[in-house]
């Protein structure tokens, strides 16, 4: 199992150069303090090694939603799962009403896989679970085309 954890001081540092000054650690206050604390996580959980595959999940804390962590962390995993772990599929899923996970794992690469429905129950009603995945081929070759193949 890889946990890894986003803080909000990415953040801060995203938005430096737009309105000010990175502060030396004596000179912080409590507030830039707390941009260092967790805001969230991503996990990816290997349950057969034979069969080189992984699961894959992230969740931000809300008020730090659409700064890019998402995304980035996900491009991040996906990369170590195949550039370092050498997995052959990385898994998921989310509920079909859940339009920023979609707009996230398909910028990610991802692709739709199939539908079971009615999975979740979800403010009182049912909605349907949407499975994707990544294939190590899919990762290589979208790596080349994006200008990143390794030296
Ligand atoms: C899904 C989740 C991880 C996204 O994290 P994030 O840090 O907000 O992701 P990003 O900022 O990288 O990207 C979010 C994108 O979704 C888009 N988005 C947000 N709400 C949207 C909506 N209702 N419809 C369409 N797109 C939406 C944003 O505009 C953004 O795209 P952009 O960068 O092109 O503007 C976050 O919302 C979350 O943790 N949700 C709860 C847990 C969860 O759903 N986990 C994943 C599925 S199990």
């Not at 805001?39 to 939603?65: C, M």
Request: glycine share 8%.
């Amino acid at each position: 199992m890889v946990i890894v954890e986003v803080k909000q001081e990415y953040a801060g540092l995203r938005k430096w150069d737009e309105w000010e000054v990175k502060k030396a650690d004596s000179e912080k206050t409590p507030a830039d303090w707390d941009r260092e604390l967790f805001a969230g996580f991503a996990s990816l959980h290997v349950q057969f090694p034979k069969n080189r595959e992984a699961t894959f999940g992230v969740s931000i804390l809300t008020q730090w939603w659409n700064n890019g962590f998402g995304t980035e962390v996900t491009d991040w995993v996906v990369q170590h799962g195949f550039e370092q772990l050498n997995l052959h599929r990385i898994s998921l899923s989310y509920w079909a009403s859940n339009a920023a996970a979609r707009t996230v794992y398909e910028r990610c690469g991802f692709v739709h896989e199939g539908q079971k429905r009615k999975t979740f129950w979800l403010d009182g009603g049912w909605d349907d679970e949407v499975i994707m995945g990544i294939l190590d081929e899919d990762y290589w070759k979208r790596k080349k085309q994006l200008g990143n193949e390794p030296k």
